[in-house]
């Protein structure tokens, strides 16, 4: 079964660094997502992009992050300056229809700033 | 989207049917209801949807009142891998671009006892 791959799976950063976090999704799809979760609270939107450009973005989704398709492939979130409590569980998902039920979502990145 | 309430957690033996109850009182005909069921800080996974009649596949069934403001997931013979948080989002379907992201909300906690 097709899988959204992320990459890495844990990361450690020190307050301030710059990070990129990456996911391959699934290779017919068109529209991706990145998500967050802080430990113990819900799943929250980030950013969702289509036709190589955001579509939308949430309030979390400050000029401290950006996203890229930069090859057809590949997905990133990158924070530029990384603070602490941008600790969480980011997780990329794809999917290829307007459907609903065709969210795929990845394995998350646990990302830890110290 | 329409609001869901959920509780927030119950348990039940392993071999017997777990069955996760829904509220969407102001739900519109046009909106469908899906289950996502997130598995120990895994990404989200799609169980099932529905619109209006009983759906049933190989993970669950869902069960949706003839006045449509409330369902039922069924996880028929529960195991200890279905211990995960089970969310009910409700909305219409075929969103492309902005207003494409699922919203999740607390979700139910399944605990699956031995």
């Known amino acids: 079964e097709p899988e959204v791959t992320q990459t890495p799976s844990h990361q450690v950063t020190q307050m301030g660094q710059e990070v990129i976090l990456r996911c391959v999704p699934i290779?017919?799809?068109?529209?991706f997502y990145w998500y967050r979760q802080i430990l113990g609270q819900k799943v929250e939107f980030l950013v969702s992009?289509?036709?190589?450009?955001?579509?939308?973005k949430s309030e979390i989704f400050d000029d401290q992050f950006s996203v890229e398709r930069p090859d057809g492939s590949n997905f990133t979130l990158k924070i530029r300056s990384t603070k602490l409590e941008d600790s969480a569980m980011y997780f990329c998902?794809?999917?290829?229809?307007?459907?609903?039920?065709?969210?795929?979502f990845g394995s998350g990145t646990r990302l830890t700033v110290v | 989207d329409a609001k869901t309430t959920q509780p927030p957690s119950m348990d039940c033996a392993e071999g017997r049917a777990a069955n996760l109850p829904c509220n969407h009182s102001?739900?519109?005909?046009?909106?469908?209801v899906y289950w996502y069921r997130q598995i120990h800080s895994q990404g989200p996974q799609y169980i099932i949807h529905?619109?209006?009649n009983n759906e049933t596949n190989e993970m669950a069934s869902l069960i949706i009142t003839e006045d449509r403001k409330s369902s039922t997931l069924i996880l028929p013979h529960a195991t200890l891998r279905d211990t995960a948080v089970y969310y009910c989002?409700?909305?219409?379907?075929?969103?492309?671009?902005?207003?494409?992201?699922?919203?999740f909300g607390k979700g139910i906690t399944l605990s699956v006892r031995p």
């Open positions: 998902a794809s999917r290829r229809d307007t459907n609903n039920y065709g969210y795929t």
């Open positions: 290779s017919n799809h068109l529209y």
């Open positions: 989002i409700v909305r219409v379907d075929g969103y492309t671009g902005a207003n494409s992201k699922l919203t």
């Open positions: 102001t739900i519109s005909g046009n909106e469908y």
């Open positions: 992009f289509y036709n190589n450009e955001i579509s939308e």
């Open positions: 529905g619109l209006k």
